[in-house]
């Protein structure tokens, strides 16, 4: 399995911006669909963003297009989430995820062969 580290979390006001990373190691980061996944306090953890292993398609929560961009580096073995126009309702915890799946199919969930980070709080307040 690939390990995976998040960092760039933190608090930052409304209207502001973050940016998240997560870097891998342990396999070939290429052979990976990567995305992120978010949990606020008292809800289930969701899908965010996911990201072919070219990078060449990107998938995002419909409520989510257009503030939050998903990206990776394979030569760095990291993917990023790039958040703007944060709100407080994007406060949770953030996790990278790895997996075998299809990008388009990430939003349904993690596999059993899949890996998930430790993750990173970000916080926004009003």
């Known amino acids: 399995q690939v390990q995976l580290v998040e960092s760039g979390g933190g608090l930052v006001q409304a209207g502001g911006s973050l940016r998240l990373s997560c870097a891998a190691s342990g396999r070939t980061f290429g052979d990976y669909t990567m995305g992120w996944f978010r949990q606020a306090p008292g809800k289930e953890r969701e899908f965010v963003a996911a990201?072919?292993?070219?990078?060449?398609?990107?998938y995002y929560q419909d409520s989510l297009k257009g503030r939050f961009i998903i990206s990776r580096d394979n030569a760095k073995n990291t993917v990023f989430l790039q958040m703007n126009s944060l709100k407080p309702e994007d406060t949770a915890v953030y996790y990278c995820?790895?997996?075998?799946?299809?990008?388009?199919?990430?939003?349904?969930?993690?596999?059993?062969?899949?890996?998930w980070g430790q993750g990173t709080q970000v916080t926004v307040s009003s």
């Open positions: 995820a790895a997996d075998f799946s299809r990008a388009a199919d990430l939003r349904f969930g993690v596999s059993s062969r899949g890996s």
């Open positions: 990201v072919t292993w070219r990078g060449d398609s990107t």
